[in-house]
């Protein structure tokens, strides 16, 4: 990875694009790629498109969601406290001591999720985390305090964490998922661009909003295109770590390749050629099987109107929906480089049809 592509990337994880607030990382994501595209659109809700080739007839999608998962403030005590619900899929078990950042209209406000120190609770009887007891602390202690800091209910909440680096081989922090799917796509627009290659479809490049709480910006943004082809990336579960059953989970492991997904949603023979690009070109992948859905961006591609061919090629990702997300070096760069020989191998007008 280049000084340039670490520079992006530690500017736009290190943004913070909460649920329903995305416009300030699709901006830096936006102004990263313009370079690289032709054109661009938007949506109303924010998702973006950069676009090569926009009068191509064949139209191909690759696709990461913007949006990471946050708290709304739900309720402000007499007291000056703060309870919270959730923006997608926050833990409440982790919160206890983090640091948050308030988004305000006045500004950045900085809290703590408290808890009551270790001395008098009682181990027997010793209360979890939930959302009925974490709450908030800005140091405020009256209502009117806080609301006069410009909080009020509504107001959306991310913990306050940074993108690092561990060992030389790992991204950590809060957010890859999924915004090291943003970067990864921008990075393969950047390829084709300084490689100078010339694709014979219209290439998308899409980075949709509120994945989190149902791909709702992947619905919208899938029927405006409505493209014929859409390779998705998203995070997937590192079962090496502890506490998972493989049995259950599957077996995928962070530095081993990226995970490419087979389902319903997923179709078959656009899967194939994922599998055939990879092994072609000497990329190390893994197979995750899935049941109903994938849980991800690409069944809102598969399903939308009359149906795209999609496939899901996935980032093996430890610790997931935490404030300490991590990711191996080697997957980001093999996940980039597959979308990219696969763009590269495949033909306009391609018929991914099982019955002709």
Same mark, same amino acid.
């Given at each position: 990875? +280049?000084k340039?592509?670490?520079?992006f990337?530690?500017?736009?994880? *290190? *943004?913070?694009?909460?649920?329903?607030?995305?416009s300030s990382g699709?901006q830096?994501?936006?102004d990263?790629?313009?370079?690289?595209i032709?054109?661009?659109?938007t +949506?109303?809700?924010g998702?973006?498109?950069g676009?090569?080739?926009p009068?191509?007839?064949?139209?191909v999608?690759i696709? #990461?969601?913007?949006d990471?998962?946050s708290?709304?403030?739900?309720y402000?005590?007499? $007291?000056?406290?703060i309870?919270v @619900? @959730?923006? &997608?899929g926050s833990?409440?078990?982790?919160?206890?001591s983090?640091?948050?950042? %308030?988004h305000?209209d006045k500004? %950045?406000?900085? &809290?703590?999720?408290?808890?009551?120190?270790?001395?008098?609770? $009682?181990?027997? =009887?010793?209360?979890?985390?939930s959302?009925?007891?974490i709450f908030?602390?800005?140091g405020? !202690?009256?209502k009117k305090?806080v609301e006069s800091l410009g909080v009020?209910? #509504?107001?959306?909440?991310?913990?306050e964490?940074?993108?690092?680096?561990?060992n030389k081989?790992w991204?950590? #922090? @809060?957010a890859?998922?999924?915004r090291?799917g #943003?970067f990864?796509?921008a990075?393969?627009a950047r390829?084709?661009?300084?490689? =100078?290659k010339?694709?014979?479809? &219209?290439?998308y490049?899409?980075?949709?909003?509120? !994945?989190e709480i149902?791909?709702r910006g992947?619905e919208?943004?899938s @029927?405006?295109i409505?493209?014929d082809?859409?390779?998705?990336t998203d995070?997937t579960h590192?079962?090496f770590?502890?506490m998972y *059953?493989k049995k259950?989970s599957g077996s995928m492991k962070a530095g081993? &390749?990226?995970v490419?997904?087979?389902?319903?949603a997923v /179709?078959n *023979?656009?899967?194939?050629?994922? %599998? /055939?690009?990879?092994?072609?070109?000497?990329i190390p992948? /893994?197979?995750?099987a899935?049941s109903r859905?994938?849980?991800t961006?690409?069944?809102?591609?598969a399903?939308?109107?009359?149906?795209?061919a999609?496939?899901?090629?996935s980032?093996?990702l =430890?610790?997931?929906?935490?404030?300490?997300?991590?990711?191996?070096?080697?997957?980001?760069e093999n996940?980039?480089?597959l979308i990219y020989?696969?763009l590269?191998q495949?033909?306009?007008?391609?018929?991914?049809s099982y019955?002709?």
């Open positions: 990875m +280049d340039k592509s670490k520079e990337l530690y500017e736009y994880l *290190n *943004n913070a694009s909460p649920t329903g607030f995305e699709q830096i994501w936006l990263y790629i313009k370079p690289y032709n054109t661009h659109i +949506d109303v809700y998702s973006v498109v676009i090569i080739n009068k191509a007839a064949y139209k999608v696709e #990461g969601h913007a990471e998962i708290w709304f403030v739900n402000i005590t007499d $007291d000056g406290y309870y @619900r @959730r923006n &997608g833990d409440h078990q982790i919160a206890p983090m640091r948050v950042n %308030i305000t500004g %950045i406000v900085k &809290g703590i999720f408290g808890w009551p120190a270790i001395h008098v609770r $009682d181990a027997a =009887k010793e209360e979890a985390p959302l009925k007891n908030i602390d800005i405020a !202690e009256t305090e009020h209910v #509504g107001c959306v909440i991310t913990f964490d940074e993108l690092m680096e561990l081989k991204f950590v #922090g @809060r890859l998922d999924n090291m #943003g990864m796509i990075e393969v390829k084709l661009h300084e490689k =100078k010339k694709l014979p479809f &219209g290439l490049i899409v980075n949709a909003v509120q !994945e149902g791909l992947a919208m943004i @029927r405006r409505k493209p082809l859409a390779i998705c995070v590192d079962t770590s502890p *059953n259950e081993s &390749g990226p490419i997904c087979y389902g319903p /179709q *023979n656009v899967l194939k050629m994922v %599998i /055939q690009t990879a092994q072609k070109r000497k992948f /893994q197979r995750q899935v859905s994938t849980g961006d690409t069944d809102a591609f399903y939308s109107a009359e149906g795209v999609s496939a899901l090629i980032l093996p =430890k610790y997931m929906h935490t404030t300490v997300e991590m990711t191996h070096k080697d997957d980001v996940v980039i480089n020989e696969f590269l495949l033909k306009a007008g391609h018929d991914f019955i002709r």
